[in-house]
């Protein structure tokens, strides 16, 4: 199975910050990278899929990069409302797809 | 817009059975692969089953493999996770998920539940 380390497990920024948060995979997942937001007592959800591709309604604010094994998420300019818990993704070829730990982003 | 409800969760004793529902609505039910993926109490989240949109193809996570059976019923539009032989680890909120892109079965999950809490203890 895919092993996705992610970090770091929590971070604690200002308003205006950039924010980056990393992942790796345990083996080569091409762009098969997907990244989720959690607020606190609600479901996860899906904010950009295959590495890069924003969801529609996602603000521009949030970006992704790279492939192979080392992906990196990025807020440009934290905003009090993205107070939450960020989980990397794999998606590549078959099952199990397996979520990096998560990272708590605080303000 | 899409919607998908889940129920049946509760309290329920080691080795006895629960069997979740996820009603959907506002998505051609019969095009899409759905998956339950669960989140133990103030842990991160663990995919748990998947079924393709036909319902032909299922594959499940080592750890419920033999004790879990997704099936769909598309009269219904629902979603069912039948657990067996439930063990404490097995506590934690069930949430239902739809894959992103129509008839594939990738480990998109786009749209999500609000999620149902399953407690397993004595």
């Not at chain 1, 107070?83 to 990272?103: E, R």
């Not at chain 2, 989140?39 to 004790?67: C, F, H, T």
């Amino acid at each position: 199975d895919i092993q996705m380390t992610q970090s770091p497990s929590s971070l604690s920024a200002s308003v205006g910050d950039r924010v980056t948060i990393t992942c790796q995979a345990s083996q080569d997942i091409s762009n098969y990278l997907n990244w989720y937001q959690q607020k606190p007592g609600n479901a996860p959800k899906l904010l950009i899929y295959d590495t890069s591709h924003l969801e529609t309604g996602v603000p521009s604010r949030f970006s992704g990069s790279g492939s192979g094994t080392d992906f990196t998420f990025t807020i440009s300019s934290l905003q009090p409302e993205d107070v939450a818990t960020y989980f990397c993704q794999h998606s590549d070829n078959l099952p199990p797809w397996t979520f990096g730990q998560g990272t708590k982003v605080e303000i | 817009q899409v919607q998908l409800v889940e129920s049946g969760g509760g309290v329920v004793q080691p080795g006895r059975s629960l069997r979740l529902s996820c009603a959907a609505s506002g998505f051609t039910f019969s095009s899409y692969a759905l998956h339950w993926v669960r989140q133990a109490p103030g842990k991160g989240l663990e995919w748990v089953a998947a079924m393709s949109y036909d319902g032909i193809n299922k594959y499940y996570a080592d750890s419920v493999k033999g004790r879990f059976t997704m099936s769909r019923d598309f009269s219904k539009k629902t979603l069912f996770l039948q657990m067996n032989s439930l063990r404490p680890e097995d506590t934690a909120v069930y949430y239902c998920a739809r894959e992103k892109i129509i008839a594939t079965l990738k480990g998109r999950f786009d749209s999500w539940g609000q999620g149902t809490l399953v407690t397993v203890s004595s």
